[in-house]
Each structure stands twice: as structure tokens, then as C-alpha cells.
């Protein structure tokens, strides 16, 4: 929470330099040990957590400050970053509202205002990540699907629905590139879809299905070690993962 002395100077900064009424929530999904996590901030001496998130520069393009407020949280430059939906609702700010409305009137409290949040889904490489936190912030921190804590704001209604669209997008666009390592077998990539889904899949059925996708490539010699029969490494083909990007594909899980 800001003191009175740098909610003025952060008010003044936004007033002249961000657009007004308008911000920008991410929910940034990484992969790591069979689970599906979450990028969250927790915000200074206090345990409430959120979503990351930022403004809009007057003279950028929206999908340009989506990426730059992601570089600032993960230090990543290349992100798979999909807008999936904006949110509107009259009170949606009224936590800020409330948090400063007894150090500046409203026409000098930047958070006073209400602001339309425009809602982005990132798909990062969990080991790429570097968590920075912003300034209302001492912790930038990954939480397990599972695991996760109660969000301020109406910051849980934007990371359910960020879920959503994600797994509807597994129904008509490869998933994977920007989550898994360079090569994996296909029980771990079964084990992203399954965590995206929340569910169970037929082992058969899976392999089946996503190698008619024609989106993989598999290794010549199986990955060594172990005390089993050793499993196939695979790889993405950039080529017809894209393509199916841009084409989608027909089906669902």
C-alpha cells in the first residue's frame, strides 16, 4: 500500500504519462514437475496477492504494453501472450477505491477512477522466468494451480476465466512449445494437457491423437537410463506448429 506522499507522486506520473481508465491483467501460466503454475505478486507486509498487471502508455499500442509489462515481471522478450477478454464491471476497482479514498480527492487519486482491464494469458518457459516485482510489491512469486492463494480485486474472476480460454484454446490450437523443454516423451506431455484440463486422459488415446496432429517430430534412439523400457524423446516441428496456430484444428479433449 502506497503512504499519501507516493500516492501523489505516483498519481501525477500515471495522469501525465499512461492512458486514462484503462489496464492490462496478465496471468502467466509456466510448467514445471507435472504442474501447472501461476505467476502471482504479493504486495508489501500484507498477504494479499495478485495478478500482474499495469497500464497503458499514451502513444503504445495495447498489445505492446502487455508485453512490456510481462518483460518487467519475467524477464522474458519472447512470450506467447493471447488476448482473451475484458473486464468492465462498475465496482471492479472499488478495493483501491477504499484503500486511498481518505488520503486525495478523487479528481487527484489516479485509482479512483474506474478503469476497464483488458485481459491477456502468457504461456512462458518456467525455467526462462527471472520473477521481478513490481513497486507495490516485495514478492513475485509462482503458485500451483492447486495451491492457490485468495486474490484481491477481481482478480479471480480474471485467472478463471484466463483458465478457461486456455482450455478451450486446446481444443482447436496446439498447446506446449512455450511451456515444455526442448524434447520430452509423451507421458510429460500428457501430463501438461492433463493439468491444463483438470482431468484424466486415455494414454492410447492421446498419443493417438496428437501425432495425427502432425505437430511433433520424434528422436531417432529412445532417452537412456532408467530401469524400464526407455521412452521416445519428441520435439515440436516449428512448421506445422505454427500452422496450426494460424489454421487451428478440428476436435477437442
Known amino acids: 500500500m502506497l503512504n499519501k506522499q507516493q500516492l501523489i507522486e505516483y498519481s501525477e506520473e500515471a495522469r501525465k504519462n499512461y492512458v486514462n481508465h484503462i489496464s492490462i491483467d496478465c496471468v502467466v501460466f509456466g510448467f514445471h514437475e507435472g504442474q501447472m503454475k501461476v505467476l502471482l505478486l504479493k504486495t508489501h507486509d500484507e498477504e494479499k496477492w495478485y495478478l500482474p498487471g499495469g497500464f497503458v502508455l499514451k502513444e503504445e499500442p495495447i498489445d505492446n504494453a502487455a508485453v512490456r509489462i510481462l518483460q518487467e515481471r519475467t524477464g522474458l522478450d519472447k512470450i506467447f501472450l493471447q488476448q482473451f477478454r475484458v473486464f468492465g464491471d462498475p465496482d471492479r476497482s472499488k478495493v483501491h477505491n477504499d484503500m486511498y479514498a481518505d488520503m486525495l480527492p478523487k479528481e487527484q487519486n489516479w485509482f479512483s477512477g474506474r478503469f476497464i482491464s483488458i485481459g491477456y494469458y502468457a504461456l512462458v518457459d518456467f525455467f ?14 509462482w503458485r500451483d494451480l492447486d495451491d492457490m492463494p485468495e486474490l484481491q480485486l477481481d482478480h479471480e474472476n480474471i485467472y478463471k476465466s484466463a483458465l478457461d480460454a486456455l482450455r478451450l484454446q486446446l481444443n482447436y490450437q496446439p498447446i506446449g512449445y512455450n511451456l515444455m523443454p526442448r524434447e520430452f516423451t509423451m507421458p510429460e506431455l500428457q501430463k501438461l494437457y492433463e493439468a491444463i484440463l483438470g482431468k484424466k486422459l486415455d494414454r492410447r488415446n492421446f498419443q493417438r491423437r496428437i501425432l495425427a496432429f502432425a505437430i511433433l517430430n520424434r528422436s531417432e534412439e529412445p532417452r537412456k537410463g532408467g530401469a524400464h523400457k526407455a ?8 512448421k506445422n506448429y505454427q500452422n496450426a496456430l494460424t489454421e487451428g484444428f478440428k476436435g477437442g479433449w
Open 231 to 238: 521412452p521416445y524423446l519428441y520435439s515440436f516441428d516449428i
Open 128 to 141: 526462462g522466468v527471472i520473477p521481478h516485482p513490481d513497486q507495490f510489491s516485495e514478492l513475485c512469486a
